[in-house]
């Protein structure tokens, strides 16, 4: 059995009255969920939603807290921490991790920023060396997959694209990968919205599409990964 850890960040809502406030990340995510559930029901799920419910603001406060010893921080340093504590022990107790975003302003909602910074914590997530050079920060976490579905309303922010150096969410979205233990990424996206197009409906259309079936591909290499370390893939018919 695996755990799959769901994040969503758009300030909208999945379903509204008016359709086309409908959040678009929200339900292309939702469709990998619904398709891995089908293949997968037994499995963990844990889902935050945080564009509507978000993470308070990291503070002078809480930075104290974490640079202080675990042996010498107080009732109200630990109360701090305490969040922090709990996205943490989601995002290490996940195998697969899902986080949709729209992209605001060219980046990540303030939302979802505000769940990293909680996350991203050293002695938790990374290290931090001098010993190493100029590199002294790595991970602690591994072995997880990620997922992100992304939408925008622009289009071209592909490598090569014609607004390349505009769009910094995938790229912040990759850089952090790793703190969340990811050894694995895999990007969907939507794009067009501004332009309520045929373009925009394609890209959508396109973006479910290719949830849905990594979802199927991925819920299914997954079981089989699992049923080989139980030492039954022969009985199926897999190579060990």
Known sequence: MSTLLHVDSSVRALSNANPDHNSISKNIALRFIETWKQHRPKDEYIYRDVGVNPPDFITQDWIGAVFTPDEKRTSGQNEILALSDKLIDEVSAADVIVISSPMYNYGMPAQLKAWFDQIVRINKTFDFDLSRGDFPVQPILSGKTLITVTSCGEFGFEKGGVREGSGHLAPHLRALSK?????????????????????????????????????????ISTRDSSLKSEGVGSDLGITP
């Open 179 to 219: 703190i969340l233990g990811a050894d694995t990424m895999y990007e969907i996206a939507s794009e067009y919205q501004e332009f309520g197009d045929a373009r925009h409906r394609m890209s959508v259309a396109s973006a479910k599409d290719r949830a849905e079936c990594l979802a199927s591909e991925l819920s």
